[in-house]
């Protein structure tokens, strides 16, 4: 790699940031702070991002030519989400460094090779079997058994993309059902994991192989949706270390310069298990903001820069709640809460399931 492309990117210089979303937005929010600009690149100028950068960009992630103007005004890239398209990403590499890279990149956007990677790492994950027609799917249930989960290998979040299997399941319906195609690269089969808790820890790691983490967070889902994170988790303080050992390992060896959030499950036996990882800032993050010296998103902005990492240290325990769908709809409760720390993302149309925003509640700082 061009040496340059490993150089401190200096306070006062742009940030580029692929997707508009929440997570771009609040990614803004921390580099103005630090004294850097933000062009975002996204697919519309409604988007929570894009409503408060500096710069943006409105195209198709496979439009070369706003790719490449784009880059040009530019001194370093982060993504928001995944599902960037892996040939812009490393079109845009030629000509600016992009943190997350495209080699990491095509691992994490797709579950199969996510899975195939942290396995050959000796890290526990679930059962797992590649699915890449739907032809494959019968000896791959009768191979893992029910119950199972079928997931698309990419595309997929939020629970979409995903079909639990049952003994009884109709096969050919729960392919159709997951939306798998080879659009997505077909699907993988995972054992169903019987857990006593959902954990997650989120690492940095900067230019020079610095790396720090956020203690570990318990996470509650709803129609697999995140709705609430605790800070830090109900958990021994063995299997917290060994979850900060895990997230420091896969972040070292994927070899990421920015942030990755590592989901996980805590089985009823006490084992820890991966169950994805996130490249990117992450939902179970945004406790951090207050919580915390410095948020995930100054992290990350720190990381991609070459900055000092400064410490992840938290100040306060923590509870953030996900403002879902329509109840964005009681932001009188949580503005007239003396205690919420309130964080709405600006979006318009209030569907279900849709984060529209969340608060954050602190707590005094528990020994664990």
């Known amino acids: ?60 992630f496979e439009d070369q030519k706003s790719l490449e103007s784009f880059a040009s005004s530019i001194d370093i890239v982060t993504l928001e989400f995944e599902n960037i398209p892996l040939d812009s990403v490393k079109f845009i590499e030629s000509f600016v460094p992009v943190r997350p890279n495209s080699k990491i990149l095509s691992i994490v956007q797709n579950r199969i090779n996510e899975k195939k990677f942290i396995s050959n790492l000796n890290i526990k994950t679930a059962p797992f079997i590649e699915v890449p027609e739907k032809s494959f799917l019968f000896e791959a249930a009768a191979q893992i058994g029910a119950p199972a989960v079928l ?35 077909g699907a993988i089969l995972e054992g169903f994991i019987s857990f006593k808790k959902e954990i997650s820890v ?3 790691r900067s230019t020079d192989g610095s790396v720090t983490s956020y203690v570990p967070v318990e996470n509650f889902h709803v129609d697999h949706i995140l709705d609430q994170t605790l800070a830090p988790a109900n958990i ?95 932001y009188h409760d949580f503005l007239t809460d003396p205690s919420a720390h309130v964080h709405f993302y600006g979006k318009s149309e209030a569907k279900s399931g849709r984060k529209m925003g969340h608060v954050n509640w602190l707590s005094p700082k528990s020994i664990k």
């Open 202 to 204: 989120i690492a940095g």
């Open 236 to 330: 021994t303080h063995k299997q917290s270390i060994q979850a900060i050992e895990i997230a420091h390992q896969l972040i070292i060896e994927l070899d990421v310069v920015g942030l990755l959030a590592v989901e996980m499950f805590i089985n009823t036996g006490g084992d820890i298990l991966v169950n994805e990882v996130a490249a990117r800032p992450h939902n179970s993050g945004h406790w951090t903001i207050e919580a915390c010296n410095i948020s995930q998103f100054e992290l990350l902005v720190r990381a991609i820069c070459g900055l000092p990492l400064g410490s992840t240290e938290r100040n306060s325990d923590a509870r953030m709640k996900n403002l879902l769908g329509e109840e964005i709809n009681r």
């Open 151 to 185: 997931k698309t290998a990419s595309m997929g979040y939020d629970g979409k993309g995903q079909v639990l299997i049952n003994k009884n399941t109709d096969l050919e319906l729960a392919w159709e059902e997951s939306g798998a195609s080879p659009k997505t690269n």
């Open 1 to 60: 790699m061009n040496n340059n492309f490993l150089k401190e990117i200096e306070p006062g210089s742009i940030i580029g940031i692929l997707g508009g979303g929440q997570l771009g937005r609040m990614t803004v929010e921390a580099a103005s702070k630090l004294g850097y600009q933000c062009h975002v690149f996204c697919q519309s100028e409604e988007e929570p991002a894009a409503q408060i950068s500096r710069k943006v960009t409105v195209a198709s």
